[in-house]
């Protein structure tokens, strides 16, 4: 199975802008590839997912704020979080998936990194 390493969780203010990243002993280009976060006392939701071909899927919680680029030679996957909000507070992870069935409900992964905590103050 991929090893997934997390890094680039912070604390920022509201409106400052993180970029989390997820290194993979993997291609990453043979899995569906995903962000979730998971506050406390809630249950972890998908926040963006990338299927191999490049299409994502982004929850409209944070459409418009963040974005999920990935970078295939580097089997790296990023999260480009801007104009953070309190909300946004929570673990963040990422998740690597069967490259046939992408969406990003936590059913489509197998594999997780571990978490890193971002941290929005207001």
């Known amino acids: 199975p991929p090893r997934l390493v997390v890094s680039g969780g912070d604390s920022v203010q509201t409106g400052g802008s993180l970029r989390l990243s997820c290194v993979v002993s993997?291609?990453?280009?043979?899995?569906?590839m995903g962000w979730f976060r998971q506050a406390p006392g809630k249950e972890r939701e998908g926040v963006a997912t990338i299927r191999s071909n490049g299409d994502t899927t982004i929850n409209t919680s944070v459409k418009g704020r963040f974005t999920i680029p990935k970078d295939n030679a580097k089997n790296s996957l990023y999260l480009q979080m801007n104009s953070l909000k309190p909300e946004d507070t929570a673990t963040y992870y990422c998740g690597a998936g069967l490259r046939g069935s992408c969406g990003v409900e936590k059913r489509y992964f197998f594999y997780w990194g571990q978490g890193t905590q971002v941290t929005v103050s207001s």
């Open positions: 993997k291609p990453i280009s043979d899995y569906c």
